[in-house]
């Protein structure tokens, strides 16, 4: 026998372990992509107790009268500041609404679009947000850190809109101010209300969360 088999064969033994070292490397590389995709997602649906970023809210749960539907203010996925048929933009404070065209605009030269993930809505639609919030966090206590009340809601009195996608928020979050647009909650990055006098003094410090906020007192 030749000395040099041992050698080709241990030679061989190390090029099949390193291929699969590789292979196994790239399975978990892939595991953790998916892993960091789906936890991508779900952070995105803990947005607003109910009207979360991205997800399509067209159709909610029944409520006494029937299903939440567009007419109450529920979103479809990709509504844009622009689509005045969606209740949930048409109904907005039209100060409001004009300030968030021209941001939107703007943020469009830069390549970054707006979607409006919730705006106005109906009392029955945010009372119905506020008992699934309860559902989903165990308590009235809890829910109230997310959802407002229908009689509190800056929603239904059309003065607050959730805008969808992180570049968005972020966007808004460095350059709304000049547009009197500003962030009101530290737990909810992606609402917005108008405050005209940002432009000139800049947005007010953000409240924590809706649970610090005076007017969820009332």
């Not at 029944?62 to 689509?83: C, K, L, R």
């Not at 390549?111 to 809505?121: A, D, L, M, P, Y």
């Not at 547009?179 to 940002?198: K, M």
């Amino acid at each position: 026998m030749s000395h040099h088999a041992p050698t080709r064969a241990r030679s061989r033994r190390i090029v099949w372990a390193a291929v699969v070292l590789i292979a196994i490397i790239a399975a978990v590389t892939m595991m953790v992509g998916s892993l960091a995709r789906s936890l991508g997602a779900t952070s995105a649906d803990a947005f607003d107790g109910g009207a979360p970023n991205g997800r399509d809210t067209s159709t909610l749960s029944p409520t006494a009268d029937g299903a939440i539907t567009e007419a109450d203010g529920a979103m479809p996925n990709g509504v844009s500041a622009f689509d005045d048929q969606h209740p949930g933009v048409a109904n907005l404070d039209p100060e409001l609404l004009q300030a968030l065209r021209d941001a939107a605009s703007d943020a469009r030269e830069e390549g970054i679009e707006f979607v409006v993930n919730s705006g106005w809505r109906s009392p029955e639609y945010q009372e119905q947000l506020l008992r699934d919030a309860v559902h989903d966090y165990g308590s009235e206590e809890e829910a109230a850190r997310w959802v407002a009340t229908a009689d509190t809601s800056a929603h239904v009195a059309g003065n607050a809109v959730d805008v969808g996608s992180y570049d968005a928020t972020d966007w808004l979050s460095e350059h709304g101010a000049r547009y009197g647009l500003c962030p009101i909650y530290d737990n909810e990055p992606w609402h917005f209300e108008l405050h005209p006098e940002a432009v000139d003094q800049g947005c007010p410090s953000k409240y924590f969360d809706p649970t610090e906020d005076p007017r969820m007192q009332q």
